[in-house]
C-alpha cells in the first residue's frame, strides 16, 4: 500500500496563490507518477496538475500558464503552485500517485484538501 499525506490548501482571494503538497510512504514500491485531481461541488473529479518521473507534466488547458506541478523523487514527493487563483478553481483536491508495487500497478488516493478562492 501506498499512502498519501497532503498538506496546503485553504481560502485565497482571487488573484492569489497556494501551495499544495503531497507525500508518499509506504513498503517497497516505485512511483511512475503523482499529481492532482480536483472536484468541485456538483462536478466530476478532473485532473489538475500530473508528473511522471522522467520530469514530463500535463495540465488541463484551464489551468495552462497557472498551475505548476513539480516533483521530488528523492522524498516522493510532489507539489502544485497555483497562482492567479480563480473562483473557478475552487475544489476539493486529491492527491494521486500511480506506482508498482512486487510489479503491480497501485492508484493510491490522498483525503482531499480544500482550496477555497473568493473575496
Known amino acids: 500500500q501506498v499512502q498519501l499525506v497532503e498538506s496546503g490548501g485553504g481560502l485565497v482571494q482571487p488573484g492569489g496563490s497556494l501551495r499544495l503538497s503531497c507525500a508518499a510512504s509506504?513498503?517497497?514500491?516505485?512511483?511512475?507518477?503523482m499529481g492532482w485531481f480536483r472536484q468541485a461541488p456538483g462536478k466530476q473529479r478532473e485532473l489538475a496538475a500530473y508528473i511522471f518521473t522522467d520530469g514530463s507534466t500535463s495540465y488541463p488547458d484551464s489551468v495552462k500558464g497557472r498551475f505548476t506541478v513539480s516533483g521530488d523523487n528523492a522524498k516522493n514527493t510532489v507539489y502544485l503552485e497555483m497562482h492567479s487563483l480563480k473562483p473557478e478553481d475552487t475544489a476539493v483536491y486529491y492527491c494521486?500517485?500511480?506506482?508498482?508495487?512486487?510489479?503491480?500497478?497501485?492508484?493510491?488516493w490522498g483525503q482531499g484538501t480544500q482550496v477555497t478562492v473568493s473575496s
Open positions: 494521486n500517485a500511480a506506482a508498482e508495487i512486487d510489479g503491480r500497478a497501485h492508484d493510491a
Open positions: 509506504g513498503r517497497a514500491f516505485r512511483i511512475i507518477g
